[in-house]
């Protein structure tokens, strides 16, 4: 368990923050730019020094104004991945990945430079990596520092399309394999989505929303966060049954609520994760006999948000114990005479999930 | 090809550079990481005073060293009681003169090379494990290394040519002080010895050409090796 509870004045950033995270798994920290998230973990890291307050990893105390307590970054054990790498030009890469070991562990070694795949770059100077290769490098030095736990800030930011896109596998790899707990600071929403269990949303200095990625996700709160057109949510399902002949996969969103999705290789009880967008589901006051929809399921409106833009309505259903958004056009929503408590049929065309959403997340609550 | 007098006055500049430069290097690194890197009263006079002996006439410099460090000084005195240590006309006092004039030389090139090193490539050292002290050996004195190098020889060419400040302090002692240039001051005021004074005047081009050519070949590896392109 990390635990923040700080006051910092920045510039013009005042920053009030009270976080609890989570000992495992990877906890994501979402906002804008200039928001403080790279404030943030540089207080977690010990570079930068909070005007009071504390800050705790499970017992031990790393920062606390009243007892004056503020251990220096080498003395706190806590890996950090740099949006800009900053592996050292005079070194290696070998001699970079082995700069923060305390003890050599061939066989540690030889596991991370698997994992992120930099074995054939040992010998290359960091000059002539690639951004994709460097911020690989870079993760591999930080792990090899044997953490407790591994800040990343924003490693993708800097990186072009094609980059981001191979070294995202990585990160899902190391999501997965990795028994560390991790602080993902980004500010996108796709990235957050495929990687995260757990989300802290930072917003001018302050924490508004923490928890859980599904409960967070889904609230009102994080709406104003998404595009209209982005509006989704997030789900746990587990997997039910397999449907060869049409090559489909029967989840399940709890009692007497199947979903089903194209054919995914799991076995039967697999938890998955899925991704559900607004402008998928319409909404329907009776379940309809003769459609192309597979998905329809029974549901209570919880909340009628209408847009800013005047001609969408933003309508929260509940189905079983999860929450999803649905879109539809102020003009549906009046027709139907939709209100709070209603029970309507929701009718999902789309869910997306993809491969290596599952291998990420396989075998983890 | 040399005479023995030349070899003798070649070979002694070199001895006295050398020692001048190489004792200076670890005060000058300690006083450029202060200056760049310090926050304390008084670092503006600090400052002023190690630039001081760059605008200062030699021959002030020479004059204070003979009042302040000359055996019958305070410093002097104590230095020669507790160690045995004298540097008045003795090839020790050249070697200190010079080290005095060349020393803003060695500090600046230092200083700057310092304050361009990257501090968050420190900070990420640290976020590592390392610890202060480790920091500065493997990161940042690594990266000051062509700033070290290039202070460094442009001390040495500057201790070559020192002139005035030694002729002050230790005067010009044939096999002790007699420096090139001060070789160079006794043939000109000798009638009839203007084609001596021109070999040693050769010489000393030869000298400097060679050291400039040295450091530009230095800073040429050193980059290479910091960029790491193999």
């Given amino acids: 368990m990390l635990s923040i509870c700080i006051k910092k004045r920045q510039g013009d950033l005042d920053m009030e923050l009270d976080i609890q995270l989570p000992a495992q798994g990877i906890s994501a920290i979402f906002g804008r730019s200039g928001a403080g998230k790279t404030s943030l973990i540089n207080m977690i890291s010990g570079l930068v020094r909070p005007d009071q307050g504390q800050i705790a990893l499970g017992d031990e105390v790393l920062f606390d104004s009243r007892r004056n307590i503020h251990l220096r970054p080498e003395q706190r054990r806590i890996g950090y991945v740099f949006q800009d790498a900053r592996l050292f030009p005079h070194y290696s890469v070998e001699g970079n990945l082995r700069y923060g070991s305390r003890k050599t562990n061939p066989k540690q070694f030889a596991d991370v430079i698997e994992l992120l795949g930099i074995g054939p770059l040992l010998l290359r100077a960091p000059s002539t990596l690639s951004g994709g290769e460097r911020q690989r490098v870079a993760i591999g030095r930080a792990l090899l520092s044997q953490p407790r736990l591994l800040l990343m800030d924003e490693p993708l930011a800097s990186l072009d399309m094609p980059r981001k896109r191979e070294l995202m596998p990585y990160l899902e790899r190391l999501a997965a394999e990795v028994q560390l707990p991790i602080l993902y600071v980004s500010h996108s929403l796709d990235e957050v989505l495929r990687l995260a269990d757990h989300l802290v949303l930072l917003d001018k200095g302050r924490a508004p929303l923490q928890g859980p990625l599904e409960e967070v996700w889904g609230s009102a709160q994080m709406r104003p966060w998404f595009a209209a057109e982005d509006l989704s949510c997030v789900l746990n399902a587990r997997v039910l049954s397999q449907e060869p002949k049409w090559q489909m996969t029967q989840l399940s969103l709890g009692e007497d609520l199947p979903l089903w999705v194209r054919s995914i290789e799991m076995p039967a009880g697999q938890q998955v994760r899925l991704r559900i967008r607004a402008n998928d589901i319409s909404i329907v006051r009776t379940r309809a006999q003769h459609s192309s929809i597979r998905n329809v399921l029974p549901a209570r409106i919880e909340a009628l948000e209408p847009d800013e833009s005047g001609h969408q309505m933003a309508v929260q259903l509940c189905i079983g114990s999860h929450r999803l958004w649905a879109h539809i056009t102020l003009w549906a929503a009046s027709e139907l005479g939709l209100s709070v408590g209603d029970e309507v049929f929701a009718q999902i065309k789309g869910i997306s999930l993809n491969q290596t959403d599952w291998a990420a997340h396989g075998g983890r609550p | ?230």
């Fill in chain 2, 1 to 230: 090809m040399l005479s023995e007098y030349e070899w003798q006055a070649l070979i002694l500049s070199l001895k006295i550079s050398s020692v001048a430069v190489l004792w200076s290097l670890p005060p000058g690194i300690l006083l450029a990481w202060l200056l760049a890197r310090g926050r304390f009263p008084g670092k503006a006079l600090l400052d002023s005073l190690i630039h001081l002996p760059l605008v200062l006439p030699p021959v002030v410099i020479g004059y204070l060293l003979l009042i302040g460090m000359g055996r019958q000084s305070m410093i002097g005195g104590w230095l020669y009681e507790s160690f045995g240590l004298s540097f008045s006309f003795s090839w020790r006092g050249a070697a200190l003169a010079s080290a005095v004039v060349a020393f803003p030389l060695l500090v600046r090139a230092i200083r700057l090379s310092l304050e361009a090193v990257d501090r968050r490539l420190e900070e990420a050292a640290h976020t590592l494990g390392a610890g202060r002290l480790r920091v500065f050996a493997t990161i940042t004195l690594p990266l000051t290394l062509p700033g070290i190098l290039a202070g460094t020889v442009l001390a040495f060419a500057r201790c070559l040519g020192e002139f005035g400040a030694t002729i002050t302090f230790v005067s010009n002692i044939p096999g002790e002080t007699r420096t090139l240039p001060l070789a160079m001051f006794s043939f000109i005021e000798t009638p009839g010895a203007e084609a001596e004074a021109a070999r040693l005047c050769v010489i000393a081009i030869v000298v400097s050409l060679a050291a400039l050519l040295f450091s530009e070949w230095l800073a040429r590896l050193t980059r290479r090796r910091l960029e790491g392109a193999c």
